[in-house]
C-alpha cells in the first residue's frame, strides 16, 4: 500500500506517527478540509503532470488553480495532467492520495508559492484517507523539490 511506504519513508525522520489518518474519505480538498479540520487552502494538493514523457507534481494550496500562461512559461509545454493510470504507473499512488513523498526516481516535484502563505499546511500521506501536517520548509525537504514556483492563479487576495 502507498501509504505504508510513506510511513517507511517518514521513519527514519521520526515522523510516521504524525501521519493521519481518517475514517472518512479525504480525496479531495473539499474531504480533505472537513476531514483535518482546516480551510480548503491550506489543503496541499498534488497535481501530476506529463512534462517531456515524465512526471512533474506540483504541490499547490487547495484555493488555487493552474494558471495555463504561467505553466507553459514555467515547463515550456501545455499543462497535460496524467490519466488516474498514469498517475499510479509514474508515482505508486492511486489518485486521491498522490502526495510529494515516496516517489520512484525521476518523478520532479515543485511547489507553488500559494502555500507560502501559511504557517502549516497538510498534503496527502500516500492515501485517500491521510494526511501529515507540515511547515513550508519541511515540505521542501521531506519532498526533495526542485524548488518553489509560481504557476497557479485564483489564491491571491483581491485588493
Known amino acids: 500500500m502507498s501509504i505504508e511506504k510513506v510511513r517507511d519513508y517518514f521513519r527514519p525522520l ?3 506517527k504524525d501521519i493521519l489518518e481518517f475514517p472518512v474519505s479525504s480525496a479531495t480538498v473539499e474531504l480533505a478540509s ?14 501530476s503532470f506529463l512534462v517531456e514523457e515524465n512526471c512533474v507534481l506540483v504541490v499547490a494550496a487547495g484555493d488555487a488553480k493552474i494558471d495555463n500562461s504561467k505553466y507553459k512559461a514555467m515547463f515550456h509545454t ?6 488516474p493510470e498514469q498517475v499510479s504507473a509514474f508515482t505508486g499512488h492511486t489518485v486521491g492520495g498522490v ?3 515516496a516517489n520512484p526516481e525521476g518523478v520532479r516535484t515543485y511547489l507553488d508559492v500559494s502555500l507560502q502563505r501559511f504557517e502549516t499546511v497538510f498534503p496527502a ?4 484517507n491521510s494526511a501529515i501536517e507540515l511547515s ?5 525537504e521531506y519532498s526533495h523539490s526542485m524548488g518553489w514556483i509560481d504557476v497557479c492563479k485564483g489564491w491571491q487576495e483581491e485588493s
Open 14 to 16: 521520526g515522523r510516521e
Open 34 to 47: 472537513q476531514a483535518v479540520g482546516v480551510i480548503p487552502a491550506r489543503i496541499a494538493k498534488t497535481l
Open 78 to 83: 501545455k499543462a497535460k495532467m496524467l490519466t
Open 99 to 101: 502526495c510529494p513523498f
Open 125 to 128: 500521506a500516500g492515501s485517500g
Open 136 to 140: 513550508c520548509d519541511e515540505l521542501a
